[in-house]
């Protein structure tokens, strides 16, 4: 099973632009769709975007045309580029594939806060 680890949150005005990465133990080539999720405190763990092997993505409405989702299989990692963030995008980020090869703990994630 391959192990997921997400980097690149922090604090930052809004306005401002965050990449995240997810960096997989393993090969994500025969992985067909990587996704990104993120927690808000005090809500449910919502998708933000996905990535389809070979290039199709999707994004919830809140960030369509603000984040971009991709993904380098050579490297095995996946990257969230957050533009123009909001307060609202405060949250912990997660990756995952889809389905899920995550247990029922998602791991500590990354942290992402947009102060106003």
């Known amino acids: 099973q391959v192990q997921l680890v997400e980097s690149g949150g922090g604090l930052v005005q809004a306005g401002g632009s965050l990449r995240l990465s997810c960096a997989a133990s393993?090969?994500?080539?025969?992985?067909?769709?990587m996704a990104w999720y993120r927690q808000a405190p005090g809500k449910q763990r919502e998708l933000v975007a996905t990535?389809?092997?070979?290039?199709?993505?999707n994004y919830a409405d809140s960030v369509k045309g603000r984040f971009t989702i991709s993904r380098d299989n050579a490297k095995n990692t996946v990257y969230l580029q957050m533009n123009s963030l909001k307060p609202e995008d405060t949250a912990v980020y997660y990756c995952?594939?889809?389905?899920?090869?995550?247990?029922?703990?998602w791991g500590q994630g990354t942290q992402v806060t947009v102060s106003s």
């Open positions: 990535i389809i092997s070979g290039g199709p993505t």
């Open positions: 393993g090969s994500i080539f025969s992985i067909k769709v």
């Open positions: 995952n594939a889809l389905p899920s090869v995550r247990g029922d703990s």
